[in-house]
């Protein structure tokens, strides 16, 4: 059971209400999220870290984001920390998972959530909310490893990762595969997928979703699947 006080938060975040999809991309508020896990199974391996910045009215909230760490007691090392970098004794520093859980939870309040491959950290972060807080997230979601490729289908990177879409726009990570570093250059992807969305008529979230989908549709019946 939840202590009061992390009870209170989170029924406080359930009464938040979700951006409409219809909200213009001048108004909405995205929020780009990022999470460290110990592999790459999102129904078995467990969550170490999440990291999320916003995007309002356009612009890039860099000096707002979101970065916490999981306290796990007597963590064992991991292959995964080759990649991200999470040595066990920064695990045992870190913040309960209740807590971190609901702490992201009110950062993100009820925006779209924006990732790239966003089922993987989708999944990672539902399980955990529902295990650690009982809590169903209900926020929409935009997977920027569909949208880019619809609104770029003449680059040919359909089945390229994050890395080959960041180098063919001259985007430089400051910090690759931790969490808040990962989300903020996700970010700077996500700018340059809005002008192009909006130079082609694309005025809100639905568009942006809807231009994900057909693409993600297509792309599957002619056999063609978004690589890791």
Same mark, same amino acid.
């Given at each position: 059971m939840l202590a009061a006080d992390l009870g209170a938060r989170v029924e406080g975040w359930r009464r938040l209400d979700a951006e409409g999809e219809g909200t213009p991309l001048e108004q909405a508020r995205f929020v780009l999220v990022d999470v460290e896990t110990t592999g790459l199974?999102?129904?078995?391996?467990?969550?170490?870290?999440?990291?999320?910045?916003?995007?309002?009215?356009?612009?890039?909230?860099?000096?707002?984001?979101?970065?916490?760490?999981?306290?796990?007691?007597?963590?064992?090392?991991?292959p995964a920390v080759l990649i991200h970098?999470?040595?066990?004794?920064?695990?045992?520093?870190?913040?309960?998972?209740?807590?971190?859980?609901?702490?992201?939870?009110? @950062?993100?309040?009820?925006?779209?959530?924006?990732a790239f491959h966003a089922p993987f950290d989708r999944a990672v972060l539902e399980r955990a909310a529902s295990t650690n807080l009982g809590v169903r997230m209900s926020n929409a979601w935009l997977d920027l490893a569909w949208l880019?490729?619809?609104? @770029?289908?003449?680059?040919?990177?359909?089945?390229?990762?994050?890395d080959r879409w960041l180098e063919r726009f001259g985007l430089k990570p400051h910090v690759r595969h931790r969490a808040l570093g990962?989300?903020?250059?996700? %970010?700077?992807?996500?700018?340059?997928?809005?002008?192009?969305?909006?130079a082609a008529?694309?005025?809100?979230?639905? %568009?942006?979703?809807?231009?994900?989908?057909v693409h993600e549709r297509v792309s599957q019946t002619a056999g063609g699947l978004v690589g890791a």
């Open positions: 199974d999102p129904r078995r391996d467990r969550l170490i870290a999440i990291g999320a910045v916003s995007l309002s009215a356009l612009r890039l909230e860099v000096g707002q984001g979101f970065e916490v760490v999981l306290r796990e007691d007597s963590p064992a090392a991991d970098g999470i040595a066990p004794g920064e695990r045992e520093r870190g913040a309960p998972p209740a807590e971190a859980l609901v702490g992201f939870l009110e @950062y993100a309040g009820r925006s779209p959530l924006v880019a490729p619809a609104l @770029y289908p003449s680059l040919g990177l359909e089945r390229e990762g994050l990962d989300a903020l250059i996700t %970010g700077e992807l996500f700018l340059v997928l809005l002008a192009r969305a909006r008529g694309v005025r809100d979230l639905a %568009g942006l979703r809807r231009l994900a989908r």
